[in-house]
């Protein structure tokens, strides 16, 4: 059996998302399974062996020796150019705080590597819609990260919209959020970065590029928003016990339109305390039954056992609205979602296929942010422009947006890459 290995550069390793979700939980799992098949149809039993081999990249070599030596890892850099010069390297992926990432993945795309990169994929749709210009014009993989659709959850959820299980779906609501703490007494759960908007951070840019895909990807495209942005907690303490002013959003509070005609409504806070099943819940209202659905749980409500609640606040009622809920069964195996978009990203940059979510995509994540801005700014409802209609998804016939994302093969997953099926290049 042929093997090769995959040079990946991990730009940001030291941060939240590059340590544990991208490198430990999808890297070095990747390694640890003995790396990933492909598609390729070398060899009498199966294809070529994908290895990844991580090159750390960061600004702090300290810390970066520190992780190689934990997970027995032999390079590491505080150079991008080292990295961007180096021939061998294959693909670049960035992790970094989001208003680092615009320059950095012009760069490595000039450099001619292949690309996947956390979202928000710029600060700007513009600038975002530049990157993917200048990725399909450079012929190279490109990629971005859109986790949510590997949730447990939402592949439940999925699976429940390509049974035809809500009928015609009504609405979608949407809550998201949690308390972070100020950092003055016990520490704040976010980087203080997300506080300040000039250096990328925000609830609107952080999270509408993942309402974005998730949603237009079980049902359908987005037509129009409403969105009130707000700065609940004004002044927070960073890493270093400082006191800060907060430039940045903190909650927003959002209308959705669906070309379907399907109304959204989305909550997004880090000014909330949590009661829910999950930090994450979407109820989605159909025709014929609901469901709510989280990071790993998913009940539904059939249309035939919905109950008969009447309005009457002189007595307690008595119907046990949450005991009506019958939650699907984990009949499947989960994956990491963040390493199954590892695997198909890695399989693809090997091969020189294109990628389904591609910076195309992102881009359009990146759009339901800005109209989101501008509709809090103006006070007014914003349109939201039809996937390839015009700028910046125009491309991405293949990425999600197009509404036609209710998964393949039965299992509820997200449709597999579309390589063949209108890709952006
Ligand atoms: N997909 C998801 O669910 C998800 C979740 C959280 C964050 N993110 C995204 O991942 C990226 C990283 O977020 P995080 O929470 O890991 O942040 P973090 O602050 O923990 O890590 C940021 C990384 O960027 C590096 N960096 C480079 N230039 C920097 C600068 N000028 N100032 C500060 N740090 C700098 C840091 O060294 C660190 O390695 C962000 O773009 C964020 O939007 C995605």
Redesign the pocket.
Known sequence: MARKVIQVAV????????YR?HLVRSLLAIREQGGITLDDGAGPHGGTVLYPEPVLV???EERLRAIAERHGLTRWTTSLDEVLGDPEIDVYFD???????EDAVARAIAAGKHVYT???VAATAAAARALAEAARAAGITHGV?Q??LFLPGMIKLRRLIRDGFFGRVLSVRVEFGYWVFEGDGIPAQ??S??YRAE??GGIV??MFP?WQYLLEDLFGPLSAVYARQATHVPRRWDEAGEPYQVTADDAAYAVLEFASGALGSVNSSWAVRVNRRELLELQVDGTHGSAVAGLRNCAVQHKVSTPLPVWNPDLPDPLDYQAMWTDVPDNMEFDNG?KAQWELFLADAALGRPFRWDLFAGARGVQLAELALRSSAEGRRVEVPAPGSGPPGEHSAGSNGTGTGTGAHGSGMPSTPAHAAGSSR
């Open positions: 730009n940001g390793v030291t941060g939240r998302m590059g979700q960061g600004r702090s992790t970094q705080v989001t208003s680092a990432r956390e979202k928000p990260v986790d949510k976010r980087p970065w997300n250096d990328g840019l952080d993942h963040f």
